[in-house]
C-alpha cells in the first residue's frame, strides 16, 4: 500500500527486489545506532534500491514519514535546501534563508530522509546534513554516494558487485537432475544473486529459462562476464528479446575480449561501460538516437516533453521508441512519465556530444519548457489548475535546468524567471522563485520586454512572505516599465500587488481606488486573467476589515460567477475563505460553514496546504459559534498540525487573529481544560486526509443558545 502524500513519497516497486540481505540488516542494523549512514558504492551496484528497500520496511517507525530526495539530476548546489523543502512539503513563504527554515521545520520531526546521488553536489550535501543532523536529533539520513560525506559520526555502508557464479560448467555437471539445482556451484540459482537478477529480469522475454540447461550455461556466462554489477545483469537480461541467450553470451565474451586480456585487470566502472556500450550496439538506430537525445533531460520526463524535445524526421515515433527503451530496461516508469539512470544518461550525453548535436537539443529543450511556463500562465485562469500544479511541479528538475543553462541575463531566462509566477506564487516555491527572479532582474537590461513581469511576479512573492517593502519598490518599478512598453497586463498585475500592500498595512480606504486602476490597465490589455477574480477578492477582503460585510458579500457572490464561468478554484477558493469571513459576520452561520468547506475541498484538491489550515482555522471558529466546543477543539489540533507539518506561517496581525483566540476561549469553556485539550490532541493526532474529511461532514447545528458571539471583527488565519 503506498505512502499517503503527506506521509512521504518512497516510489513504489516496478520490479522484484533481488538480494542484498546482508546489506538491508546492516542498513537496519546502523539506522538504530546513528543519525547519518552512507551506502557508498560504484554506479550500478544498487545502493538505491538498497535505500528505498530499507526505508519502505521501516517507514512506520518514523512518525513525520520517509521523504526520497533524487539529486542526481540537480545541478546548482545553492538550491540543494530549496530541493529538499520541496520534497517535504514544506511552503518557502518566509524571506529568511532557506536553509534556516528548514532546519528549524526539521527540529522538532522524527522522519528519514534519503539524499540519493551526493557525489556531485557533495559540498552543498555535507553543508545541509551537519546542520539538519545539529539540530534535528529526530532525524535519521541515508545517503548514497560514489564516496562518503566525511562527516563525524557517519556510518558507511559499502556496497560491491553481486557475487558471481562460480563457473558456467557447474550448471551442466548437474542438468540431468535439475538445471535450477546448481548453477554456479551454490546450489541453485536461489543461492547467487547475480543469477537470481538475470532470471528475474529474463522471465517476461525468456520464460522457462531456468529449467533450460543451455540457457543456464549461457545465463552463468552472462552473469560471470558481467562481474555481477546489478545494472549490467539487467540491461543485458532486457536485450533477451532480440537474442537468445547462448548468442547474447557470445557477444558478450566478443565485448569484453577486445577489452583487455586480463580480466583481473578490468574494473567495475570498465565492466559496466563496456556492459553500456554493448548494449547501445545492440539497440536499434531509432534506440540509440532517442538515448543520445533524451541525455539533455534532467530528472523526470513526460512523453509530450521527449517527443518535442527530441523528435524529428529521424525519429518520427518516439513513443513507440520510448516503450522499446523501458524494455531494455534503458528507462524506468515513473509516475507521469520517465527517468534515465545516471549510468545510462552519462553515456548518452558522450554520445551526444560525438554527434555535435548538444546545443541543438539544449535549446530545444530550453524552449520547450518556457513554453510549458508560457501554457501553465495563460491557462491557469481555467479547469485545469489541478493539471497544470501537477505538470510544473512534475518538471521542476527540468525547468531548473532551463533556468541554470544560460546566464541570468539571457532574455530567455529573464522570461522565463517571470513566466513561473505560478510555481513560485501559487505553488508555494517562494524562495526558490525569488533566488531566480532577484538573479534575473539583477543581470535584466532595462531594455527587456519580460522585465516588467519579471518585476511585479517577484514583488507579489516579497509580499506574500512579508517583505512589503521591497514587494512595494518591485511593483512601482513594474509599474512604471511596464506603462513605458504599454503592457497593460503587467501594468494591472503591478497595481494589484499595490493594492494588496494598501491591504496588508491596513490602508483600507486605499484599496478600492487602486482596484479601480487595476480593472481599467485589464480592460486595455483586452486579457482574461486570474489577477481579475484576485482584485475582486481583494476589495471583498478589505470591506470585511471595515465591516461592510454585505458589500463584501456582493462582490464575492460576483467573484463566484466569474470564476465559475472559466471554470477556476484557485482563486475562487479563496473568496469563499472571504465569504466564510463575512457571511458569519451578518450571523449567518449555515452559509459562512458551506463556503469554508467549498474553500477547504478545492485548497486540498490542489494541495494548497495554506489554504487548508486557513479554511480549518475558519470551521473551528464557526464551530465555536454554533457552541460544539468538541468540533472547535479538535479543528483547531487539525489545523495547529497542518501549521507544523508543513512549516507553514501564521497569516494575519494579532487583531486579526482575535476571533481564534476567542475560539479557543469558547470551547474551554464548554468542555473545560481537560476536555478541550484531549480534543485538540484527537485533531492533532489526526492524519490530514482524516482531518479534512472530518472538517467536510455533516454535523447537526447544536443549540444556538449555548453559542456565545465572537463579535464582527473578521476571523484571521
Not at 239 to 267: C, H, M, Q, Y
Not at 530 to 558: C, D, H, R, S
Amino acid at each position: 500500500m503506498p505512502n499517503p502524500w503527506w506521509r512521504g513519497n518512497l516510489p513504489a516497486e516496478t520490479s522484484t527486489f533481488v538480494g542484498r540481505e546482508a546489506e538491508i540488516r546492516e542498513l537496519a542494523k546502523l539506522l538504530a545506532e546513528t543519525s547519518l549512514v552512507t551506502i557508498v558504492g560504484a554506479e550500478g551496484v544498487g545502493k538505491s534500491r538498497i535505500a528505498a528497500k530499507v526505508a519502505e520496511e521501516r517507514r512506520d517507525s518514523y512518525l513525520d514519514g520517509a521523504w526520497l530526495v533524487e539529486l542526481s539530476g540537480e545541478r546548482n548546489g545553492d538550491l540543494l535546501p530549496h530541493t529538499v523543502a520541496a520534497v517535504l512539503g514544506l511552503r518557502e513563504e518566509s524571506a529568511r534563508p532557506q536553509h534556516e527554515l528548514l532546519v528549524e521545520f526539521l527540529a522538532g520531526k522524527k522522519l528519514l530522509l534519503l539524499l540519493d546521488t551526493c557525489e556531485h553536489l557533495l559540498p552543498a550535501c555535507r553543508e545541509l546534513v551537519a546542520a539538519i543532523l545539529a539540530r534535528a536529533p529526530g532525524v535519521r539520513i541515508v545517503a548514497t554516494s560514489r564516496q562518503p560525506l566525511g562527516l563525524p559520526g557517519e556510518a558507511v555502508l559499502p556496497v560491491e558487485p553481486f557475487a558471481v557464479p562460480s563457473s558456467a560448467s557447474s550448471a551442466s555437471s548437474a542438468s540431468s537432475t535439475s538445471p535450477v539445482s546448481s548453477a554456479g556451484g551454490a546450489r541453485g540459482p536461489e543461492g547467487n544473486d547475480a543469477l537470481r537478477l538475470f532470471l528475474d529480469r529474463a522471465a517476461a522475454t525468456a520464460p522457462g529459462l531456468a529449467e533450460d540447461e543451455a540457457g543456464l550455461r549461457a545465463a552463468v556466462r552472462i552473469c560471470r562476464r558481467l562481474g555481477g554489477i546489478p545494472l549490467a545483469v539487467e540491461l543485458a537480461a532486457g536485450r533477451l528479446r532480440t537474442l537468445p541467450p547462448d548468442l547474447l553470451a557470445e557477444r558478450l565474451d566478443g565485448r569484453f575480449a577486445a577489452l583487455s586480456a586480463n580480466r583481473a585487470l578490468v574494473s567495475h566502472h570498465q565492466t559496466l561501460r563496456t556492459a553500456v556500450s554493448w548494449t547501445h550496439d545492440l539497440c536499434s538506430r531509432e534506440e540509440r538516437l532517442l538515448w543520445s537525445r533524451l541525455s539533455v533531460f534532467a530528472g523526470p520526463f513526460d512523453a509530450e516533453a521527449a517527443v518535442w524535445v527530441c523528435g524529428d524526421e529521424h525519429l518520427p515515433n518516439v513513443p513507440d521508441t520510448l516503450a522499446d527503451l523501458v524494455k531494455s530496461s534503458l528507462l524506468i516508469p515513473v509516475p507521469g512519465g520517465y527517468r534515465q539512470l545516471d549510468t545510462v544518461r552519462e553515456y548518452g550525453r558522450e554520445l551526444l556530444a560525438r554527434l555535435g548535436d548538444e546545443r541543438r537539443l539544449a535549446l530545444r529543450h530550453r524552449h520547450y519548457y518556457l513554453n510549458l511556463a508560457r501554457r501553465a500562465d495563460e491557462n491557469w485562469y481555467g479547469p485545469d489548475q489541478e493539471e497544470w500544479a501537477r505538470s510544473l511541479n512534475f518538471s521542476i528538475t527540468n525547468l531548473r535546468l532551463a533556468l541554470d543553462s544560460d546566464p541570468p541575463s539571457n532574455p530567455l531566462s529573464i522570461e522565463l524567471a517571470g513566466t513561473l509566477w505560478i510555481l513560485w506564487f501559487c505553488l508555494g516555491r517562494m524562495q526558490e522563485g525569488r533566488y531566480y527572479m532577484k538573479r534575473a532582474i539583477d543581470a535584466a537590461p532595462i531594455t527587456d520586454p519580460s522585465l516588467p513581469k519579471l518585476l511585479w511576479a517577484d514583488g507579489c512573492v516579497a509580499m506574500a512572505q512579508g517583505d512589503l517593502e521591497s514587494g512595494r519598490h518591485r511593483a512601482e518599478a513594474a509599474l512604471a516599465a511596464a506603462l513605458d512598453w504599454g503592457d497593460y497586463a503587467a501594468a494591472g498585475h503591478a497595481q494589484l500587488r499595490l493594492a494588496t500592500r494598501s491591504l496588508c498595512i491596513g490602508a483600507l480606504d486605499e484599496v478600492e481606488p487602486s482596484i479601480e486602476q487595476v480593472r481599467e490597465h485589464f480592460r486595455k490589455a483586452k486579457i482574461m486573467t486570474v489577477g481579475e477574480p484576485l482584485a475582486m477578492v481583494t476589495v471583498a477582503m478589505a470591506a470585511t476589515w471595515q465591516g461592510n460585510f454585505g458589500k463584501a458579500i456582493t462582490v464575492l457572490e460576483e467573484t463566484q460567477r466569474l470564476c465559475d464561468g472559466h471554470g477556476e478554484r484557485w482563486a475562487r477558493a479563496y473568496g469563499d475563505y472571504v465569504l466564510s469571513i463575512a457571511q458569519l459576520g451578518l450571523g449567518r452561520v449555515e452559509e459562512a460553514e458551506c463556503a469554508a468547506r467549498q474553500c477547504l475541498d478545492a485548497k486540498w484538491r490542489l494541495r494548497d496546504t495554506t489554504g487548508v489550515a486557513l479554511a480549518l482555522d475558519q470551521l473551528a471558529i464557526i464551530a465555536a459559534v454554533r457552541g460544539d466546543g468538541h468540533r472547535t477543539a479538535r479543528l483547531q489540533g487539525s489545523g495547529m498540525r497542518l501549521w507544523t507539518t508543513f512549516g507553514l506561517r501564521g497569516f494575519g496581525s494579532e487583531s486579526m487573529s482575535e476571533p481564534r483566540t476567542v475560539a479557543e476561549r469558547t470551547a474551554r469553556q464548554l468542555l473545560g481544560d481537560d476536555g478541550y485539550d484531549t480534543a485538540f490532541a484527537e485533531g492533532r493526532d489526526d492524519d490530514p486526509d482524516a482531518a479534512v474529511a472530518y472538517a467536510l461532514g455533516y454535523f447537526p447545528e447544536p443549540d444556538a443558545s449555548r453559542s456565545p458571539s465572537l463579535g464582527n471583527r473578521p476571523p484571521g488565519a
